[in-house]
C-alpha cells in the first residue's frame, strides 16, 4: 500500500486484488481515504476464473513477507502469471527468487521505496515487460507435471542405481 502511495502521481495504475481476508477492510478504507476506489477493486475470484483475471493484468506484484514461522515456499501464483504471460515484480522471500530467476524483478522485502521503484519502471517501460513476459512463458515448462515427472523419474533412478551399487560394494 505505501509503494503505491509513493508512485509518480503521473503514472496510470489500477490493482486488482483476488482474493479476500482480514486486511479487505482496511484497504477499502484506504482506497476511500486516497480517493482511489475506482483504482482498487477487490474480488474473491473462483479458481477457474483466475486465468482470465490474470491475463488481464499488465504485471503481477508478489510482496510476500516472511514471517516467524513462515517463508513463501513456492508461490504458485508466480507460474500462473508465467502461463498467463504476466510479467512478475516479487520479494525475495523464500524460494521466490529461484522460482522467479531471471524472469522477473526480485525485490527485498518490505523495502517500500525500492518495491516503488520497481512498480514504476514496470509501469513505464513496455519493452522490459515484454522481455520478462516472453521470459516467463519460457520459464513455465520447467514446472510442468511433464517435467516435474521426469525428475522424479531421474531422481529415483539415481537412487536405485546407488542403493544397488552401494549395496554391491559392501557385500
Not at 476464473?49 to 510482496?63: E, I, T
Request: one cysteine or more.
Amino acid at each position: 500500500m505505501q509503494a503505491l502511495e509513493n508512485l509518480d502521481a503521473r503514472l496510470s495504475w489500477s490493482l486488482i486484488l483476488l482474493g479476500s481476508g482480514e486486511m479487505q477492510a482496511e484497504i477499502e478504507q484506504w482506497a476511500a481515504r486516497l480517493g482511489w476506489q475506482h483504482k482498487i477493486k477487490i474480488h474473491l475470484a473462483k479458481h477457474d476464473d483466475v486465468p482470465r483475471y490474470l491475463a488481464a493484468m499488465d504485471l503481477l506484484v508478489a510482496p510476500s513477507q516472511t514471517m516467524p514461522n513462515w517463508k513463501e515456499q513456492f508461490g504458485r501464483m508466480l507460474i500462473e502469471a508465467f502461463a498467463c504471460g504476466v510479467p512478475v515484480i516479487a520479494s525475495d522471500s523464500g524460494e521466490i527468487p529461484f522460482v522467479v530467476d531471471n524472469t522477473g524483478l526480485i525485490v527485498p522485502e518490505a523495502n517500500v521505496p525500492a518495491w516503488s521503484k520497481a512498480i514504476g519502471t514496470m509501469l513505464r517501460d513496455s519493452d522490459l515487460r515484454e522481455r520478462l513476459r516472453a521470459a516467463g512463458l519460457a520459464r513455465v515448462d520447467a514446472f510442468s507435471a511433464k517435467q516435474a515427472a521426469s525428475e522424479y523419474r531421474g531422481f529415483y533412478v539415481d537412487l536405485a542405481t546407488h542403493s544397488i551399487a552401494g549395496a554391491e560394494t559392501s557385500s
